[in-house]
């Protein structure tokens, strides 16, 4: 790839459209143009185009959600894709994907929504308000008895900055943490298990399962029928890693025969959640849309203009994906 000369400072005058970086806004989703304005802001000289509005065949640089599979193939000039949040497997599933740098973003307060999404979540299940939910549509008054956090175990499945973050907030809260990742790692006071072999022991302890994994070819569809069976009856399942995470019909079928109790999911296969999808109608499944944690525009937009003036200056760009690992 031919390397070019770098890029301007934010404040310099262009002086020629050669010297601005085409900068496409993509999504078959959601709206992108809530970007324009934060790119403007940290980068004038960008010229900013917005897919399908726009003619973004000749664009350098593409920030992407969910793109479709038949536009960035075309874009012959790209160096840089860009994701607006912590996971881009949605950009690297493309089968027309360029061999140019995918970045993702990482927004020092997105673990703290996603932590108290999780934190949420979790005192739904433990303080039993998702009972009192189907409660008052009966009119029945009924007061269980309450438990120690202490004597509640959470399991966490993927022990990344997320993880961590969520894990610590939840030990802290006073709940008995437990974590399962690839490999193994240590942490005071959490209980590791790691890679297929110690699996079952993580699932059989845990009372409320977090899912925060990425989505790779190993855990597309990890939490199926086989899984749910591992867990103890009673137990309730939260999903705030990715929507291709579940197999929803295994996730049906076990509430359905009472194996678990509930659950609560952020994130879908299909976004927006298909009207007549079946999770939206179970009573014991509490749907939010993909709002557990949001990056900032202007932090996506800080880290996206970092990376242009990188890439154009043939440099090495910052939270680059490793595409055989997925993240």
């Given at each position: ?58 664009a ?25 949040g ?13 061999d ?13 929504g ?47 900055n ?13 709940y ?86 509930g ?27 993909h ?9 996506i ?5 970092e ?21």
């Amino acid at each position: 790839m031919t390397k070019k000369a770098p890029l301007p400072t934010a404040a310099a005058a262009v002086e020629s459209d050669s010297e601005r970086p085409v900068v496409a806004l993509i999504s078959a989703h959601i709206d992108m143009s809530f970007m324009r304005g934060p790119i403007a802001k940290a980068m004038p000289e960008a010229d900013i185009r917005l897919w399908p509005k726009d003619d973004v065949t000749q664009a350098d640089v593409a920030l992407c959600w969910r793109p479709p599979h038949d536009v960035l193939g075309e874009m012959k000039r790209l160096r840089l894709v860009h994701g607006i949040g912590a996971g881009v497997d949605n950009i690297l599933s493309l089968p027309d994907l360029p061999d140019v740098p995918v970045c993702r973003v990482v927004d020092p307060n997105h673990a703290r929504g996603i932590v108290e999404y999780a934190s949420w979540a979790t005192l739904f299940f433990h303080r039993d308000f998702d009972v009192f939910q189907r409660n008052r549509l009966k009119r029945a008054w009924v007061q269980p008895r309450q438990r120690r956090a202490a004597n509640v175990t959470v399991g966490i499945m993927g022990w990344g900055n997320l993880g961590r973050a969520v894990g610590s907030a939840l030990k802290a809260l006073g709940y008995t943490v437990r974590a399962w990742a690839r490999t193994a790692h240590e942490e005071e006071g959490i209980e590791f298990f790691a890679g297929d072999g110690e699996r079952a022991a993580f699932l059989e302890g845990t009372n409320i399962l977090i899912a925060l994994l990425p989505l790779t070819a190993g855990t597309n569809g990890i939490l199926n029928a086989d899984l749910f069976a591992g867990l103890p009856k009673g137990a309730a399942v939260v999903n705030i890693g990715r929507g291709e995470l579940v197999n929803e019909p295994d996730l049906l079928a076990s509430l359905d025969a009472g194996h678990l109790r509930g659950a609560v999911l952020d994130v879908f296969v299909q976004e927006p959640l298909p009207e007549d999808n079946p999770l939206w109608v179970n009573p014991r499944v509490f749907v939010t849309p993909h709002i557990a944690s949001m990056a900032d525009p202007d932090v996506i937009a800080s880290q996206f203009v970092e990376n242009i003036r990188r890439a154009f200056a043939g440099e090495a760009v910052i939270n680059e994906v490793d595409r055989t690992r997925g993240y």
